[in-house]
């Protein structure tokens, strides 16, 4: 009896310790320090501005190009030109560089009204020319229109965009950049092939623009790419 006594006050106690033993372990538990909060973050978006003035209108319109004065001699192609002429103005207010493609379309011949191209154009004989009239060919092949571009007054090479093609400029972030025009008339001293044509032959078809040619436009269409990425590496 006194054994079940002594074994019944031992749990008792074993008991009790495990329960302070588990109320300091809660304790612990729920007196650790906490803290909790919200907050916000955010990025700038970079900024893209591009803007785009074309100009060619106001700085071809009062032109009129004729052919070179000089005689024929055979050897070297006769040229004359407007000059280089402002047609557009390009500003990049943007926080990333862009890059600007020009297309531009076919030269085209605008002649008097009545006046029609030959089919056949004239053709050099070894007395001199045979023909009609000049063909379309002819007359396109006398103008030739260069582009350049100029952000630190010196010019690019030129991208001849006669017939056709596109021409790329870089417009670096918070920089301008101009675009310039030249057309060239370069006499017809020289046929496809690069032979030698004659007096005759060059100045009867010059004449013929200078006569029934009004004007020689192309359109130019512009269009800018984002060409850099922020940050910077």
Known sequence: ???????????????????????????????RYASGGSGTASVG????????????TQNFSTDKLSPSMDAYNGTSA????TGKKLVATISSNSDVDALVTI?????GITLEDSIQFDETGYTKTESGVSGNGASA????????LVLYTDDSATYQDGEVLANGGTFKIEANSNKTVYV?????????????????TNAAYADTIDTWAGMYVESVGCTLIYSAVQNSTRPTA
Do not use: H, P, Y
């Open 1 to 31: 009896m006194t054994n079940k006594k002594n074994i019944a006050s031992k749990l008792v106690l074993a008991l009790f310790i495990l329960t302070l033993i588990s109320c300091c372990l809660l304790g612990s538990t729920f007196a």
């Open 137 to 144: 060919a002819q007359i396109s092949g006398l103008f030739t």
């Open 180 to 196: 310039f025009a030249e057309v060239i008339w370069t006499s017809a001293d020289k046929d496809s092939d690069g032979d030698a």
């Open 103 to 107: 297309t531009a379309s076919d030269l």
């Open 45 to 56: 978006v970079a900024e893209w501005d591009v803007s785009i003035t074309d100009s060619a």
């Open 78 to 81: 006769r040229q004359n030109t």
